[in-house]
């Protein structure tokens, strides 16, 4: 596995695979990988000839009160892991590589980012298309996986990609869960044995709101939002931030329910902020 | 010569030349050429091995009240001016193929789209960065030619293109003039006879500038501008927008002069905008 530390380096790698017409698949991470981040490189291993993980905790997608000091890293185990995987090439630049000098250029999608974590964190995706176009631009690849747990950021790369014509196919891919149904997070080691226990209160007010949208026995936004409420305070450590309940294309909430509907939550256990969603179809 | 009107059209043209290693040279153009335009192209056919000149009103850079339904098209002509010059391919998409339904992604710089003309014409550089990230991605040049005669956008093209690491080269191309100094314009077709007459101002000016700085006369940014301020308003039909005394690189304005100094101007010609500007090194 070719381990590149800057961007000349993975440049001529990747420079190299496209004289040969290989197909390049991307999978951009923060690293401290959990399997979802290797269920991310399984899916590019598997349609690309060639997949470059990036590891790169952007600090312009951090806002000046969150976790980018403490946030968890650790890049030796990251690249086992990877190699074990089978990925061809990490790509783990420093932030003077990628931010050398005075940056005075951002992208910015508007509408997409205003609600959910786009309220919570004002400035974090429009650090997240900066860096996101960074990379694409450096790695030119093929096609790029990103999780569906970070369903925002998702649909948020995609009409990104979708407006600035970039050549790049997207793909988005199932969340990946703990036993109990909590969703993988590099933010989960932040938990306290109890905060984990009460964890789960995601997985569960998402499960059963899929059952009370599916059985179609609550039938405005507002009296969902209200049970979710009450399924995540019956559980300790926990402070909502968002209940997100609207269209999974236009991330606009809804009065009345209607498929698809993505529900999407943001909630603190202790000081961990954590986010899970479901769509519903 | 290869006449591609839509994406997926010059997209193929590209790829078979990517897949021969060929060097790739690109003009942005809002055609209704001039000399100045066909130095660009002639700059490029120099430097690659295929030049495409792209043609195409961008409505998004202009204003509510500005003329993006007059400007002049002749797109019979451009392409006869085009291969007569050499160029090996021209795209020309329509507004519905470069911005199919709803568009929420722009792409906008910082601090130099501030001053000049970004202060006349709030929104213009966004629209522009914006329109030349896409056409970048979808040519997918090695090397783009600007005019200098847009000073503030080159810059802001280069700072673009080193913040989003496009891997391009960014050449920025000398001012065509005609006979007696006028930049070239395709908005010199707006002028009367007497308007056109008065033109010269501009060109004027900017020398009368030059000496005064290079001799050393005049030491401070005020005094500059207020002869410059004489000078223009001398001539009939003129209304100044702006001038700028300044640093090239940060577009800043300075008090003190001191080289090398930027000297732009913005002056109404009757209802016609021009723009001109002088590096004093």
Not at 190 to 199: F, G, M, N
Not at 252 to 278: F, H, M, Q, S
């Amino acid at each position: 596995m070719i381990v590149a530390k800057n961007k000349e380096d993975i440049k001529k790698v990747i420079t190299k695979w496209k004289v040969d017409g290989l197909k390049v698949g991307f999978v951009p991470t923060m690293g401290f990988f959990h399997d979802g981040h290797l269920s991310l490189m399984k899916e590019s291993l598997k349609r690309a000839d060639k997949t470059i993980v990036s590891i790169f905790v952007n600090p312009t997608q951090f806002g000046p009160n969150e976790d980018f000091d403490s946030y968890p890293r650790d890049t030796e185990r990251d690249l086992r892991l990877a190699e074990k995987v089978g990925v061809d090439a990490v790509f783990i630049p420093d932030v003077e590589d990628m931010y050398p000098g005075n940056s005075k250029t951002w992208v910015i999608v508007e509408d997409l980012s205003k609600n959910l974590c786009g309220r919570s964190r004002p400035g974090h995706f429009r650090g997240v298309a900066t860096v996101v176009t960074k990379l694409f631009n450096i790695i030119q690849p093929d096609i790029a996986i990103f999780g569906q747990k970070d369903f925002q950021q998702l649909q948020i790369i995609r009409q990104m990609v979708k407006d600035l014509d970039f050549p790049i196919e997207i793909v988005g891919a199932p969340i990946y869960r703990e036993f109990d149904g909590l969703a993988m997070s590099s933010r989960n080691t932040y938990l306290s044995k109890e905060e984990r226990k009460s964890a789960i209160c995601l997985y569960k007010s998402l499960k059963i709101a899929q059952n009370l949208v599916e059985s179609g026995k609550i039938k405005k936004a507002k009296e969902l939002q209200e049970t979710i409420r009450r399924t995540i305070d019956g559980f300790p450590f926990t402070k909502i931030d968002y209940i997100f309940i609207g269209d999974p294309e236009s991330l606009e909430p809804v009065d009345d329910l209607k498929k698809p509907l993505l529900v999407a939550l943001a909630v603190y256990l202790g000081k961990t902020r954590l986010i899970d969603n479901i769509v519903i179809d």
